[in-house]
């Protein structure tokens, strides 16, 4: 009959730091399950401790709630085909494209820097507490989620708008149009489509907003815009996989590479720092 082996104090000792150095391994807490307006503040690429395997670090953060500020370490492993799916799957929902693993650090790094708010999934299984990302959140929804919920003014504020209509300025799906975001700043886009008051804007960078029509402006191009644009989209013709150099406002935003081209709208999507984006026609120029 085999006796347990007695572990020595020397061995506990590297055992209990061993363990301190693994211990964002394991869940801080299990959240209920459920859907969460959350903030993924930390993402690295890096080699598990425990099982050597190599896998994605994500430090998951509640917004609200009663689990509001509190911390969720969620790992995605990427040591094989089947890992490597469901981690390019998170990826894109809060996102990000990538196609090739040398641009995993880079997109990571851009994670920890932007710290986008994403609606995660808790699902408990046994003692292991697993995440799916839903998809990033729209500006609205980040507001209330920081706030808490809406608030009786704000409410008061919203009913008050919606019983107000611009009788002077009408809005059509294509227009170009600009408005004010939270942060004080003028936004400059075109109107992907109207659903009563509530507007969703595409701007110059490819990213949709949703806006109450009554804070919006038009805007019309004047004559050198337009003698420009016409000049740009005679001098160039887009195609699929073709290298192009992207502008904003004249400035050049560097080289990507052309993913679709989307006639609907009238724009052209760009593979450009690892990040989908869609750029009019004379916003593009052919790279050399």
């Not at 730091?17 to 964002?24: F, I, L, V």
């Not at 942060?183 to 907003?209: A, C, M, N």
């Amino acid at each position: 009959m085999s006796k347990n082996k007695e572990v020595s104090k020397s061995e506990l000792k590297k055992m209990f730091s061993s363990a301190y150095e693994t211990k964002d391994e394991v869940s801080n807490f299990q959240p209920d399950e459920g859907k969460y307006p959350t903030r993924y503040n930390g993402a690295k690429l890096e080699k598990s401790q425990s099982s050597g395997r190599w896998q994605i670090h994500y430090v998951i953060v509640f917004m609200n709630g009663e689990y509001k500020g509190k911390k969720l370490h969620s790992f995605d492993g990427v040591d094989n085909e089947q890992s490597m799916r469901f981690a390019i799957k998170r990826l894109e929902a809060m996102g990000f494209d990538v196609e090739e693993f040398d641009e995993l650090e880079d997109t990571l790094k851009k994670i920890e820097k932007k710290k986008p708010a994403v609606w995660t999934k808790v699902k408990q299984s046994g003692d292991y507490t697993n995440t799916f990302a839903l998809g990033l959140m729209t500006e609205e929804e980040v507001e209330e989620a920081e706030e808490g919920g809406e608030s009786d003014d704000k409410k008061e504020e919203k009913e008050e708008k919606e019983d107000k209509k611009k009788e002077d300025v009408s809005f059509e799906k294509g227009d170009k149009v600009k408005f004010e975001n939270k942060e004080g700043d003028d936004v400059e886009g075109v109107i992907k489509s109207i659903d009563g008051d509530d507007v969703i804007v595409k701007d110059d960078d490819g990213e949709k907003h949703e806006v109450d029509i009554e804070d919006l402006e038009k805007v019309e191009d004047d004559d050198d815009d337009k003698d420009k644009k016409d000049k740009r989209e005679e001098d160039i013709t887009i195609e699929k996989g073709m290298k192009v150099e992207c502008f904003k406002k004249g400035k050049s935003l560097g080289i990507g590479k052309v993913r679709a081209l989307n006639e609907s709208e009238g724009t052209v999507t760009v593979k450009i720092d690892g990040e989908k984006k869609d750029f009019k026609v004379e916003d593009l120029k052919l790279a050399e």
